[in-house]
């Protein structure tokens, strides 16, 4: 075997290159591996994080036995992955996949996210007008738990105040929507 | 504005070697994953898809950004490489992406690549470190889009991405910061495992393993799901502070207790840089680490910072094929490097 870069050495290493689950075999003498090094794994996480990922799933009896019994029928109705093959590849086909998979997919969530399993930060402007208010009506019950906590009364009676206007408004967005 | 601009303008903006704690953070990176809410992932789409994507983004874009749209299957692969090198584009959508295309600024600070891992990576590039002006400035471009995109997002699990690492806010914040301090002191075997431990990834990105060439090091956020984006640069902000702390006393302790000794090392690589015939990879990126710390702690004067910033990318492989106008063996590279350097080393004490 010659090395695929500089066609002159022997090639000493040989790489799994694995990209949307297709796997690639590639050769290279140990100058020209440790000069395309770089280009080949560094900046982008498909080669290692893959890997990573698979042994992730199927260190999990849970997921593996429970696939298995499952078999093929599985599936996005939308896209038709399987949960197999998204075990394999560590990629869904679509965003109706974290509806079909969404039982198993919590599970998964934690161990990648350190036992988050759901969204916290920014919703878009767009479909978001009422998941806005839900937000802001959360964050006001908290202080308002806190300052009858605290027993700042009154600052707790104005808090109080915006929320029925927030309720308010997300009655008629609701009916909007 | 042409693609022969981006390929061969030399520097960025983000490389320039300015910025806040430039003295040991190279760059910001902020990247925004976002897919299109009625199109498969790239995953599993057709060309059709692929390619109607690629117009709806840039007529999204293309009112109030001045982006250059570049087609991967318009490039030669040096080309690609060059880019990629330049950290505007990712191996990924060089290799083996379906219609894939990058949209890029022409600062080369703002880079959108299309039908990557995800249709859309929205990524912004700052030099030193600014954490929250480059998710600002992500932020702001992520709206404008959303104007005229309906992107897939769900209450719970937020924005819905290909693979679930990235789920959540689709954000992974990076910095990349040169620590060769702690590197001679020997702490970063300790100070890596306890970073995480934080739920942040630190890792040499240029050189294999745990290896890294130059002393640069890239820290960013794992986690992408269950914090706020403000919650998730602060906590990346707060290491990168200690970590600039660290490396500054095991700076000021070298000095203080082997100030010949560093002296001594960072003039042999100084020699060996303006000097050489013939340089490989890590051996030119272990001097110029070493001859940047030498400008820092003002051993070496009359050479600008931004010396490491801009040979570390512009020595690498494909830049230097580029300049040569075809393929180099390895040993011609190793030849065109020591040159590049030896002729960046020059330019800069004559000025
Ligand atoms: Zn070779
Ligand atoms: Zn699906």
Redesign the pocket.
């Given at each position: 075997m010659i090395?695929q870069?500089?066609h002159?050495?022997p090639a000493a290493l040989h790489f799994t290159k694995i990209v949307n689950g297709e796997k690639t075999e590639v050769y290279?003498?140990e100058?020209?591996a440790h000069e395309k090094g770089e280009y080949l794994f560094g900046g982008h996480p498909a080669f290692s994080l893959n890997n990573l990922l698979s042994g992730l799933f199927s260190s999990e009896p849970l997921f593996s036995s429970n696939a298995a019994s499952h078999g093929e029928d599985e599936h996005c109705e939308k896209c038709h992955m399987t949960f197999q093959k998204f075990l394999q590849t560590g990629k869904f086909g679509c965003a109706h996949c974290y509806t079909a998979f969404d039982s198993k997919l919590t599970p998964i969530l934690k161990r990648l996210h350190g036992g988050n399993t759901r969204h916290q930060g920014k919703i878009p402007k767009r479909m978001g007008g009422a998941l806005h208010l839900q937000k802001e009506l959360h964050l006001l019950r908290e202080q308002l738990n806190e300052m009858i906590a605290n027993e700042h009364f009154e600052k707790a009676a104005d808090v109080r105040d915006q929320i029925r206007e927030v309720e308010h408004k997300l009655s008629g967005e609701g009916g909007g929507a | 504005m042409s693609l022969e601009r981006f390929i061969n303008q030399q520097t960025s903006s983000w490389m320039s070697g300015g910025g806040p704690y430039s003295d040991v953070v190279l760059s910001t990176r902020v990247r925004l994953a976002r897919n299109f809410s009625d199109v498969c992932f790239p995953t599993v789409f057709q060309f059709d898809d692929a390619k109607q994507i690629v117009e709806q983004i840039n007529t999204a874009t293309s009112k109030k950004l001045s982006l250059e749209l570049l087609k991967m299957e318009d490039l030669s692969p040096l080309q690609k490489r060059v880019l990629v090198e330049k950290h505007l584009i990712s191996p990924l959508l060089a290799e083996s992406s379906l219609y894939g295309a990058a949209l890029i600024s022409e600062q080369e600070d703002i880079s959108i690549m299309v039908n990557e891992e995800d249709h859309l990576r929205i990524q912004c590039l700052s030099s030193g470190l600014q954490l929250q002006e480059t998710l600002n400035e992500a932020n702001r471009i992520d709206d404008m889009i959303e104007e005229s995109v309906q992107y897939a997002f769900d209450e719970k699990r937020g924005y819905l991405t290909a693979c679930p690492t990235n789920v959540g806010t689709g954000l992974r914040a990076s910095v990349m910061i040169h620590l060769p301090g702690l590197v001679l002191t020997r702490q970063m075997n300790r100070i890596i495992p306890a970073i995480s431990q934080l739920g942040l990834v630190v890792r040499g990105i240029y050189g294999e393993g745990s290896e890294a060439l130059g002393n640069i090091f890239q820290i960013s956020n794992q986690l992408t799901l269950g914090k706020s984006e403000a919650d998730i640069i602060n906590d990346l902000g707060s290491v990168v502070h200690e970590l600039m702390m660290r490396e500054q006393s095991a700076r000021d302790a070298l000095v203080k207790t082997s100030h010949i000794q560093l002296e001594d090392r960072i003039f042999r690589s100084f020699g060996v840089l303006s000097n050489c015939r013939m340089v490989e990879t890590n051996e030119a990126f272990q001097c110029l680490s070493d001859v940047r710390l030498g400008i820092d702690l003002g051993y070496i004067q009359h050479i600008s910072k931004s010396i490491l910033n801009e040979l570390m990318i512009l020595m690498q492989p494909g830049f230097l094929q580029q300049y040569a106008g075809g393929p180099l063996r390895?040993e011609e590279r190793d030849v065109r490097r020591a040159a590049l350097i030896r002729e960046r080393l020059t330019m800069k004490e004559t000025n």
């Amino acid at each position: 075997m010659i090395c695929q870069e500089c066609h002159e050495r022997p090639a000493a290493l040989h790489f799994t290159k694995i990209v949307n689950g297709e796997k690639t075999e590639v050769y290279f003498c140990e100058k020209c591996a440790h000069e395309k090094g770089e280009y080949l794994f560094g900046g982008h996480p498909a080669f290692s994080l893959n890997n990573l990922l698979s042994g992730l799933f199927s260190s999990e009896p849970l997921f593996s036995s429970n696939a298995a019994s499952h078999g093929e029928d599985e599936h996005c109705e939308k896209c038709h992955m399987t949960f197999q093959k998204f075990l394999q590849t560590g990629k869904f086909g679509c965003a109706h996949c974290y509806t079909a998979f969404d039982s198993k997919l919590t599970p998964i969530l934690k161990r990648l996210h350190g036992g988050n399993t759901r969204h916290q930060g920014k919703i878009p402007k767009r479909m978001g007008g009422a998941l806005h208010l839900q937000k802001e009506l959360h964050l006001l019950r908290e202080q308002l738990n806190e300052m009858i906590a605290n027993e700042h009364f009154e600052k707790a009676a104005d808090v109080r105040d915006q929320i029925r206007e927030v309720e308010h408004k997300l009655s008629g967005e609701g009916g909007g929507a | 504005m042409s693609l022969e601009r981006f390929i061969n303008q030399q520097t960025s903006s983000w490389m320039s070697g300015g910025g806040p704690y430039s003295d040991v953070v190279l760059s910001t990176r902020v990247r925004l994953a976002r897919n299109f809410s009625d199109v498969c992932f790239p995953t599993v789409f057709q060309f059709d898809d692929a390619k109607q994507i690629v117009e709806q983004i840039n007529t999204a874009t293309s009112k109030k950004l001045s982006l250059e749209l570049l087609k991967m299957e318009d490039l030669s692969p040096l080309q690609k490489r060059v880019l990629v090198e330049k950290h505007l584009i990712s191996p990924l959508l060089a290799e083996s992406s379906l219609y894939g295309a990058a949209l890029i600024s022409e600062q080369e600070d703002i880079s959108i690549m299309v039908n990557e891992e995800d249709h859309l990576r929205i990524q912004c590039l700052s030099s030193g470190l600014q954490l929250q002006e480059t998710l600002n400035e992500a932020n702001r471009i992520d709206d404008m889009i959303e104007e005229s995109v309906q992107y897939a997002f769900d209450e719970k699990r937020g924005y819905l991405t290909a693979c679930p690492t990235n789920v959540g806010t689709g954000l992974r914040a990076s910095v990349m910061i040169h620590l060769p301090g702690l590197v001679l002191t020997r702490q970063m075997n300790r100070i890596i495992p306890a970073i995480s431990q934080l739920g942040l990834v630190v890792r040499g990105i240029y050189g294999e393993g745990s290896e890294a060439l130059g002393n640069i090091f890239q820290i960013s956020n794992q986690l992408t799901l269950g914090k706020s984006e403000a919650d998730i640069i602060n906590d990346l902000g707060s290491v990168v502070h200690e970590l600039m702390m660290r490396e500054q006393s095991a700076r000021d302790a070298l000095v203080k207790t082997s100030h010949i000794q560093l002296e001594d090392r960072i003039f042999r690589s100084f020699g060996v840089l303006s000097n050489c015939r013939m340089v490989e990879t890590n051996e030119a990126f272990q001097c110029l680490s070493d001859v940047r710390l030498g400008i820092d702690l003002g051993y070496i004067q009359h050479i600008s910072k931004s010396i490491l910033n801009e040979l570390m990318i512009l020595m690498q492989p494909g830049f230097l094929q580029q300049y040569a106008g075809g393929p180099l063996r390895a040993e011609e590279r190793d030849v065109r490097r020591a040159a590049l350097i030896r002729e960046r080393l020059t330019m800069k004490e004559t000025n």
